[in-house]
């Protein structure tokens, strides 16, 4: 805080940078949330996975699964 604004410049001063610390954090926020969906997503994927290698005839909808997202169900162990 500069010492030669006046108390009501330095309350706007000061407005303005809780303004924009809030508008820092709100980003920070939702790229946090944004992280944590992508990463329950990859965690719910793997999960799906190992149920799938541990079912019966899993080697079928392994090789389908690996065939849809481009690959081999061999490429993709």
Known sequence: MKPELNECEQCEAL????????????????ALKALVAVR??????????VLIENSPGSED?????????????HENQ
């Not at 329950?40 to 996975?49: H, K, N, V």
């Open 15 to 30: 407005r303005k940078e809780i303004k924009n610390l809030n508008r820092k954090l709100e980003r920070t926020l939702s």
């Open 40 to 49: 329950s997503q990859e965690t719910l994927a793997f999960a799906g996975i």
């Open 61 to 73: 909808l392994l090789a389908r699964l690996a065939k849809a997202i481009g690959g081999t169900h």
